[in-house]
Nanobody, 125 residues
Framework: QVQLVESGGGLVQAGDSLRLSCVVS????????VAWFRQAPGNEREFVAA??????STYYADSVKGRFTISRDGAKTSLQMNNLRPEDTAVYYC????????????????????WGQGTQVTVSS
């Protein structure tokens, strides 16, 4: 049984930092890409960042590039979020891709098979 457990959300002020973590169990962590998505009320789920199955490459949405960093330590994938903005407010989800050893992680949530429960990030101005 594959499980993804997220932690680290919270309420912060603009300019603050947060670190989200996602622990994957039940799946070989170094065979599938892991990504973070977010969803604000009334919006579709959007891609935030991803790390390749090998851990050797990372990818970011333009809106977070230079502020967010995705990393992996064994089965735990983290998202370091610096200089947070009110527009970063959303529920954040981690997910693993459906396909193994994909050359470049997908940015489409439809290509992700397993999801965490989500963690709320709220940034006040």
């Amino acid at each position: 049984q594959v499980q993804l457990v997220e932690s680290g959300g919270g309420l912060v002020q603009a300019g603050d930092s947060l670190r989200l973590s996602c622990v994957v169990s039940g799946r070989t962590f170094n065979s599938y890409a892991v990504a973070w998505f977010r969803q604000a009320p009334g919006n579709e789920r959007e891609f935030v960042a991803a790390i390749k199955w090998s851990g050797t490459s990372t990818y970011y949405a333009d809106s977070v590039k230079g502020r967010f960093t995705i990393s992996r330590d064994g089965a735990k994938t983290s998202l370091q979020m610096n200089n947070l903005r009110p527009e970063d407010t959303a529920v954040y989800y981690c997910a693993t891709e459906s396909s193994r050893y994909r050359n470049k992680p997908s940015r489409d949530p439809k290509d992700y098979e397993y999801w965490g429960q989500g963690t709320q990030v709220t940034v006040s101005s």
